[in-house]
């Protein structure tokens, strides 16, 4: 599976129950409750074991974002989140090579949202709707 030079991850325990999936396969995918509406392509939180929208007014989001939301889902659904990897989505316009930044009810730009109290790194643009997720940035402003 995948392509070449790609990354793949190993699953199953056994000798011959394996399989090599790339990235953003199943194996980066993980399932929680939707605390409230949610939209695909949008970063969440993990707040009381339910998926929430970052909020970039909400100081207590700091350090928590948590992946991007691969399905759209109602409150009290499942919602698959992609943590890590390349996520594709039809929403996705941004241009090739640009950082990408967290705004209200998580949505993803290319330019850094004004106001609120946090500026949260989403990843990095690529073409045909994909990013790398790269949450690992975050300041709070004074």
């Known amino acids: ?17 394996y399989a090599f999936l790339p990235p953003g396969s199943s194996a980066s995918f993980e399932t929680y409750e939707a605390g409230e509406n949610l939209s695909s392509g949008r970063v969440v939180v993990i707040d009381s074991l339910t998926a929430i929208y970052f909020q970039h007014t909400n100081v207590a989001h700091a350090g928590r974002a948590y ?16 943590v ?23 949505e993803i730009f290319n330019t850094q949202p004004v106001g609120g109290v946090l500026i949260q790194r989403a990843g990095v643009a690529s073409e045909n709707q994909r990013m790398l997720i790269d949450l690992s940035i975050y ?3 004074n």
Do not use: E, H, M, R
């Open 139 to 141: 300041i709070i402003k």
């Open 1 to 17: 599976d995948g392509d070449v030079g790609d990354l793949l991850t190993k699953t199953g325990a056994g000798a011959t129950d």
């Open 67 to 82: 992946g991007v939301t691969k399905t759209s889902a109602t409150a009290g659904n499942n919602v698959t989140i992609q």
């Open 84 to 106: 890590y990897g390349v996520i594709q989505d039809a929403a996705f316009g941004f241009v090739a090579d640009t950082t990408l930044w967290v705004g209200a009810d998580g």
